[in-house]
């Protein structure tokens, strides 16, 4: 690696190595949404694995930030699967979306969590909190 | 490249490493590799967690899960259900005492509630053997704001309105101590980083280099750059071959990417810094000592003044402060003065961290702001009293400090308080002590430690400490004087005028705050030759209670010096002038007939 030659430069790198950290911090942070996927069997079978990625590839794709995404046991609704949870912080009520395919997801960070705009039909059911 | 979605911290503090973090560390990397999962999830060693009493620590986000006492064979099941299947390994989460259920995340457990971590911000967080975790979260950033754009006066200004005071012991404001060394002129000047921690029980500094050790390096430049110095020295003890470790790649790292050595961030200020490591006397840690030791001469130290800030290493102008000290310098620095002087006490900014360790539950690492009292720091924090046995006293200050009673337990602690109690802050160690430590005993402990770690120099110290030990000895066996207490008061004062260094003229303390405290144990072992604590083996005696006694000859069959007979089913019989006092025979009997006495 070369030498840092100037305080901005240092703070370009710290933006480049923000990554390593993130998830991290926003562990810590009590005003972050979390995203639960449903990964036990049945979600995983129904193919929560590639909701989670597409999930995780949005949220880098469109640079959110304060949210965890992480993977939740069955929900006991294994028909539905897979299922995502936004849990928003400080108590708010939970969404619950049912057969989140990785087109849903990527809607889901678009328009749930980056507009704020519900996306009513695909709603499971809400309610309870964190 | 992709993110890490999860990320699995393992501690890699010494506490940690020495039961076995190394291989659950080991086990993760292989399994997930297996599995196809090394791309998706990170795992790193990181710093101390502080819950030492727990370890090994392993820590999950985003999910906020905090296991304890981990083994390596619990690595495939967390695997298997918490990172693939999203279901916590609910025997492995913390159970707290009060609450009887599992605690996941961190911040519900007790432990951490009342704690404010700043000196401990980035351990059990970043991976410190990898600076750009240390520059993810603004590291180095403090530097080059004040080598690009403030003075050196304004520097000074910052530290000094923070209020910070020295964590090493004596709690000097460490800005005016800067401006002391700024103000020295000189064509060369030194940084010096007090590494050394001889205090028994204490590891703060340790854990601190271990778990984040560009915060202090980065800390020094600021210094070196306020003061007008190019070169640093950290002074520490050879026995700490991980934070050594730790610093070495820290340093090598910072300079490859020119954040230390010549010309850092090209602004012509240079700074390089260098280890010289101690061989592990107590009196090392005392500065002037440690400017003799770092040169290559006999640990003795020299007369003050000169001060170092007038005359330190190689007889010009020195800046020495303590580990902690510096850790806490970049976050004043990015927070500003009023933030840090907003925490603690009218006299006492900030936090202190404290190793509290003896019979507490929690043992471990705890940073509270200055002004918690003892009792939040024993019950809240630590969990309360081992055993649920009696809280009888807390010696801070190390060898140098004092016992504080339980009857002050709601003292606020800082700097002024602990003085006034007949103690002192120290460096942070914070011993806790029940119903079953006896208060002169534990006194002659800490006077054995100074004597044998007196450097000899002067003689109040050398002969001062000898005299004392030996009366504390005299008293333990049942064989002290009335007199004998007027004695150590006398020559308690004199050590504590009289000598050299501060190593001698606290030595006292511990005398003289539990005859303060616990006279009334000193008059027991004097007057009526026993032990309350029943810790004092010249002054007890076991004996057999006959109607307990079911002759069962276990004790006797036990009694490595065979001095207990009777026949079989028959109460038996100990000979008090054969008896060793090992309690091996309390310890067998089945019906407990064997009591201290
Ligand atoms: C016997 C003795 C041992 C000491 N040991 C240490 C030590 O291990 N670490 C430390 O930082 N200061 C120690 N000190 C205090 C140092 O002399 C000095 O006050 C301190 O390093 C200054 O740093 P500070 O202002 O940041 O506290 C010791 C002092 C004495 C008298």
């Not at chain 1, 390593?20 to 079978?45: F, K, Q």
């Not at chain 1, 897979?82 to 989140?100: F, G, T, W």
């Not at chain 2, 204490?202 to 778990?211: H, P, Q, T």
């Not at chain 2, 460096?427 to 005993?441: F, L, P």
């Amino acid at each position: 690696m070369s030498k840092i030659k100037s305080l901005d430069e240092l703070r370009k790198i710290r933006e480049k190595v923000s990554d390593n950290t993130e998830v991290r911090i926003t562990g810590e942070s009590a005003d972050r949404t979390i995203i639960a996927v449903g990964m036990a069997t049945c979600g995983i079978a129904a193919g929560a694995r590639e909701t989670m990625s597409a999930l995780l590839s949005e949220i880098e794709a469109k640079n959110v930030k304060n949210i965890s995404v992480i993977a939740t046991g069955c929900l006991g609704y294994c028909y539905a699967e897979p299922l995502v949870e936004i849990r928003p912080p400080h108590d708010a009520p939970i969404v619950r979306y049912a057969n989140v395919g990785a087109e849903l997801a990527k809607e889901i960070i678009d328009k749930h969590i980056c507009e704020g705009t519900f996306i009513e039909d695909a709603i499971f059911n809400r309610g309870g909190s964190n | 490249m992709a993110n890490f979605r999860m990320h699995i911290l393992i501690c890699g503090g010494t506490g940690c490493m020495s039961s076995h973090s190394p291989e659950v560390h080991k086990n993760f990397i292989d399994i997930l590799g297996k599995k196809g999962l090394s791309k998706e999830i990170q795992v790193l060693k990181t710093g101390c967690f502080g819950f030492c009493e727990q370890g090994p620590i392993v820590k999950i986000y985003p999910d906020n899960i905090f296991y304890v006492g981990v083994t390596g064979q619990d690595v495939e099941e967390i695997i298997n259900e918490h990172v693939i299947k999203g279901r916590p390994v609910q025997r492995l989460l913390y159970v707290d005492p009060m609450k009887k259920s599992p605690q996941e995340e961190h911040k519900d457990i007790a432990f951490y509630q009342s704690q404010v971590r700043i000196a401990l911000k980035n351990c059990g967080l970043i991976d410190p053997e990898n600076i750009d975790d240390y520059i993810s979260v603004r590291g180095y950033e403090a530097l080059g704001e004040c080598i690009t754009s403030k003075t050196p006066e304004e520097i000074i200004k910052i530290i000094k309105d923070s209020g910070l005071r020295g964590r090493g012991g004596a709690g000097f404001p460490t800005g005016l101590k800067w401006e002391f060394a700024q103000k020295s002129a000189s064509d060369k000047k030194y940084v010096i980083c007090n590494a050394d921690e001889g205090d028994p029980g204490a590891f703060m500094d340790r854990s601190i280099l271990e778990g984040d050790p560009h915060a202090v390096l980065e800390a020094m430049a600021i210094c070196g750059y306020a003061i007008g110095a190019d070169e640093g020295v950290i002074y520490i003890r050879a026995e700490y071959p991980l934070a050594v470790k730790r610093l070495q790649v820290a340093i090598a790292q910072a300079e490859e990417l020119g954040l230390l050595g010549d010309s850092i961030l090209g602004t012509g200020f240079n700074f390089k810094i260098t280890l010289s490591l101690g061989a592990g006397a107590f009196v090392c840690g005392e500065e002037t000592a440690l400017l003799n030791s770092v040169e290559g001469g006999r640990g003795e130290p020299r007369v003050r003044p000169p001060f170092p800030a007038v005359k330190g290493l190689y007889q010009k102008p020195t800046n020495i402060n303590n580990v902690e000290t510096y850790a806490n310098i970049t976050q004043i620095i990015l927070n500003g003065p009023e933030w840090f002087n907003s925490i603690g006490t009218e006299t006492s900014k900030g936090t202190k961290v404290f190793a509290l360790a003896g019979k507490i539950n929690n043992v471990g690492l705890v940073e509270v702001p200055m002004g918690t009292s003892i009792r939040d720091i024993i019950y809240k924090i630590g969990g309360g009293i081992r055993g649920g046995k009696k809280f009888k006293a807390i010696q801070t200050g190390g060898p140098s400090g004092g016992c504080i009673p339980a009857e002050l337990m709601d003292l606020k602690i800082d700097y002024e308080t602990l003085n006034a109690a007949g103690s002192m802050m120290g460096s942070g160690g914070m011993i806790v002590m029940d119903e079953d430590d006896c208060m002169v005993n534990i006194a002659k402990f800490y006077l054995e430690f100074t004597l044998e770690e007196s450097c000899g120099k002067c003689t109040p110290c050398r002969i001062g400490t000898t005299r004392i030990y030996e009366i504390l000895e005299r008293i333990t066996k049942g064989q002290g004087k009335m007199e004998d207490l007027d004695a150590l008061k006398e020559l308690g004062e004199v050590i504590r005028d009289a000598s050299l260094c501060s190593l001698g003229q606290t030595a006292p303390n511990p005398v003289l705050s539990t005859i303060d405290y616990f006279y009334d144990e000193y008059l027991a072992h004097i007057q009526d030759k026993k032990c309350p604590a029943k810790a004092c083996t010249d002054l007890l005696e076991y004996v057999v209670i006959d109607e307990k006694c079911i002759g069962c000859t276990l004790c006797a069959r036990n009694c490595p010096v065979s001095c207990i007979s009777g026949a079989v089913k028959k109460p038996h019989h100990i000979d008090q002038s054969k008896c060793i006092k090992c309690g091996v025979c309390e310890s067998k009997c089945p019906v407990k007939a064997i009591i201290k006495q």
